[in-house]
C-alpha cells in the first residue's frame, strides 16, 4: 500500500511563494495520478480540490490557482511537487497530496498523506 507524506508547508507572507513536496513510499507513482488538495480554516470545512497530474503530465488546476500554482513530478524520485506563487490569504490551509488509482486525474483517491500547513499572511 502505497503512503505519502507532503513536505515544505509553512508561514509565508502574501505574494511569497512555496513549494510542496509529495514522496511515495510502497509503491511507484509512474503510473498513476497524483493530486493536491488542501483543507482551508473553519469556518470552511470542505475540502478543495487545487491540481492533479496524470501519469503522462497532464495537469488541471482549480479556477483561483490557475497562473500562480504549478504541479510536477519526478518519477525518478518517487514525488510530486506544488510550487506556490504569488500566494494569497485564501490559500492558507492543510495540504494534501492524494494518489489515484488509474493514470488520469478523475478525483477517485485511494490514497492520502497526513497534510501540511500552509499560512499564508497578509
Known amino acids: 500500500q502505497v503512503q505519502l507524506v507532503e513536505s515544505g508547508g509553512g508561514l509565508v507572507q502574501s505574494g511569497g511563494s512555496l513549494t510542496l513536496s509529495c514522496a511515495a513510499s510502497g509503491h511507484t507513482l509512474d503510473r498513476y495520478a497524483v493530486g493536491w488538495f488542501r483543507q482551508p480554516p473553519a469556518p470552511k470545512k470542505q475540502r478543495e480540490a487545487v491540481?492533479?497530474?496524470?501519469?503522462?503530465?497532464?495537469?488541471v488546476y482549480e479556477e483561483s490557482v490557475k497562473g500562480r500554482f504549478t504541479i510536477t513530478r519526478d518519477n525518478a524520485k518517487n514525488r510530486v511537487y506544488l510550487q506556490m506563487n504569488d500566494v494569497k490569504p485564501a490559500d492558507t490551509g492543510v495540504y494534501y497530496c492524494?494518489?489515484?488509482?488509474?493514470?488520469?486525474?478523475?478525483?477517485?483517491?485511494?490514497?492520502w498523506g497526513q497534510g501540511t500547513q500552509v499560512t499564508v499572511s497578509s
Open positions: 491540481s492533479c497530474i496524470s501519469s503522462d503530465g497532464n495537469t
Open positions: 492524494g494518489v489515484e488509482g488509474i493514470r488520469r486525474c478523475s478525483g477517485s483517491y485511494i490514497g
